[in-house]
């Protein structure tokens, strides 16, 4: 399949921006991913909801071309992921959890870097990374090692780094994870910002639900492997009566509640919780 | 940064020629990471030089003047260990990239490093590569210190080119070894003990300080299959004009660097999806 054709798959009026049909992954005998079916369409601002160990990052990792799906298919704008990897790597800005810019590089480094394993052309690539900079407020920190920088201006030089390369899709695993209450208000004020100017699709996966609920157009919440409920969040909270919160929805679909998550899955993401903390504390 | 959605660019992987142009471009890219970050921190670049300042110095002296170990007529025990000593100092900062690939997996580094249009080949190709740049880098501190100290190294401009290729491809080849390693063990401290436990036999079992025909029959053997013996011979026959089969030098290196970036590139999923 040919990028072009991509565009307008025959059949489909519009191409989905994302779209997994009967995806399942397992680690050995545990299903991480349990048969799961999602669509989201361009330009939607889209949550994947969940306790740890409910599946999502494994979710986010198909999608992102690093795990093949032991069945079923991922397809970003209509191009598969498993079968052509390169293609959907130049369609993704991808923010992973951990704050993962280079501390020995400064912030101009680090957005140029992604500028140019994307292959953005020698003579735009100055005017690239200076615009991604800007609009993530972080020119006069520019030429500072990102070592010196904050949390919340470190998440702001990822969402650089991803947008360099104008992506049509931006993955965000838990964008707000490990940051205070301020920086996250200000992050959040960011991808809004480039939502309403760039007409990006974003996936996002959280396990917060108040965040979920101020921004997210639309939310799958996740549990085991499989999607509970999908919709937008008012009529989630609707749909159980006047004053619930998402959280009763989450409950009310799972009979579980986030402070309780499943053993299942849990070390694993205990472990990498304790190496971020080691590393930033 | 244009509003409208991004047209899909072609990929250039599927075309041999332009592929090769891409994985050129990667390599030049992480080359380029890691020259900035040498500009910006230049104290590894002084405390690395410590070790081969001491061998030179302290035992190379020494074992000079004692005459311990018979050396060709007119080249000087310290002359004769200063290509052993800036393999072991390429061989020392290359073993360290697989403790610094296990960091970059913790810190999220190398999965977003992984979404980037760059098979996982030309990925380790280019780490490969940018620790030959730090290898050559440091190889320059080494070699004015044994010009300082007397050693005569050669001034042909080519020779000395030759003896940096195989200064990047020795580095090229542990830095892969070690990131094989790190996508067995998994965990910086365990790869820490390997690197410990394999880099002074590595050292010992090549021709590095005493030529390998004083060595007992096994430990021959054992140097014969150690690349870094060719990588020293290679050196010493450009550096100091040792006889040496510079083409034999050069294949083993290569395939062995070859080879490595395979193993490498293969263990690098197991490494990041953990």
């Given amino acids: 399949m040919t990028a072009g054709a991509a565009e307008k798959a025959p059949g489909e009026i519009t191409t989905q921006a994302v779209r997994c049909a009967d995806l399942t992954y397992?680690?050995?005998?545990?299903t991480a991913v349990d048969h799961v079916d999602l669509s989201i369409a361009p330009g939607e601002l889209f949550g994947l909801l969940g306790p740890n160990g409910a599946g999502k990052t494994t979710t986010i990792r198909m999608l992102t071309t690093l795990l093949k799906p032991a069945t079923g298919t991922v397809s970003v704008s209509g191009i598969d992921a498993a079968a052509h990897p390169m293609q959907v790597r130049r369609l993704i800005g991808y923010v992973p959890q951990m704050l993962s810019a280079d501390a020995n590089l400064t912030g101009l480094e680090n957005v140029e870097l992604f500028a140019r394993l994307f292959d953005v052309p020698r003579r735009t690539r100055k005017d690239r990374v200076a615009t991604a900079l800007a609009a993530m407020g972080l020119t006069e920190a520019g030429t500072r090692l990102a070592g010196t920088y904050s949390g919340g201006m470190i998440r702001?030089?990822?969402?650089?780094?991803?947008?360099?390369?104008?992506?049509?899709?931006?993955?965000?695993?838990e964008p707000t994870v490990g940051l205070d209450p301020i920086a996250r208000g200000d992050v959040w004020d960011y991808i809004q910002r480039?939502?309403?100017?760039?007409?990006m699709t974003v996936l996002m996966t959280t396990h917060y639900m108040d965040e979920a609920d101020a921004y997210c157009d639309r939310v799958s919440l996740m549990h085991r492997g499989t999607i509970r409920t999908t919709g937008r969040p008012a009529d989630l909270r609707a749909?159980?009566?006047?004053?619930?919160?998402?959280?009763?929805?989450?409950?009310?679909?799972?009979?579980?509640?986030?402070?309780?998550?499943p053993e299942e899955g849990g070390i694993r993401d205990v472990r990498r919780a304790r190496r971020t903390a080691r590393r930033l504390g | 940064?244009?509003?409208?959605?991004?047209?899909?660019?072609?990929?250039?992987?599927?075309?041999?020629?332009?592929?090769?142009?891409r994985l050129a471009n990667r390599i030049g890219t992480l080359c380029w990471v890691e020259l900035r970050k040498i500009r910006h921190d230049r104290t590894e670049l002084y405390t690395r030089a410590i070790q081969p300042a001491l061998w030179l110095l302290i035992y190379g002296e020494t074992f000079t003047h004692i005459h311990a170990i018979?050396?060709?007529?007119?080249i000087s025990y310290l002359a004769y260990i200063t290509p052993g000593i800036l393999a072991q100092s390429a061989l020392f900062i290359a073993i360290f990239y697989g403790i610094q690939i296990i960091w970059e997996r913790d810190a999220g580094v190398l999965t977003k490093l992984m979404v980037t249009p760059t098979p996982r080949s030309a990925l380790i190709s280019g780490k490969a590569f940018a620790a030959g740049v730090r290898s050559l880098v440091q190889g320059v501190v080494i070699v004015v210190l044994a010009a300082i100290l007397g050693v005569a190294l050669t001034a042909n401009p080519l020779k000395l080119a030759a003896a940096a290729v195989i200064l990047v491809l020795g580095s090229a080849f542990f830095s892969c070894l070690s990131m094989s390693i790190a996508g067995i063990?998994?965990?910086?401290?365990?790869?820490?003990?390997i690197g410990q436990a394999i880099t002074m036999p590595l050292f010992f079992s090549s021709s590095a300080l005493y030529p390998t025909r004083l060595m007992p029959g096994w430990l021959q053997a054992i140097s014969k299959v150690n690349p870094l013996t060719y990588q020293i011979e290679a050196l010493r026959g450009l550096l100091i004009g040792m006889p040496t089969t510079l083409w034999l030098d050069t294949v083993v290196l290569a395939g062995a660097t070859v080879a490595s970036i395979t193993c490498a590139s293969l263990l690098l999923p197991r490494l990041a999806n953990r």
Avoid: C
């Avoid at chain 1, 480039?194 to 007409?199: G, I, V």
């Avoid at chain 2, 063990?185 to 003990?193: F, K, N, S």
């Fill in chain 2, 185 to 193: 063990a998994l965990a910086r401290d365990r790869l820490m003990g």
């Fill in chain 2, 1 to 21: 940064m244009t509003s409208a959605a991004p047209a899909v660019p072609p990929v250039a992987w599927d075309n041999p020629i332009a592929g090769a142009r």
């Fill in chain 1, 26 to 30: 397992r680690f050995g005998t545990q």
């Fill in chain 1, 239 to 261: 749909g159980l009566g006047d004053g619930a919160t998402l959280d009763d929805v989450f409950r009310h679909y799972t009979g579980d509640t986030l402070d309780n998550p």
């Fill in chain 1, 194 to 199: 480039l939502r309403a100017e760039h007409q």
């Fill in chain 1, 156 to 173: 702001r030089l990822e969402l650089a780094q991803a947008l360099v390369n104008a992506p049509r899709l931006l993955v965000l695993d």
């Fill in chain 2, 70 to 74: 018979p050396t060709p007529k007119g």
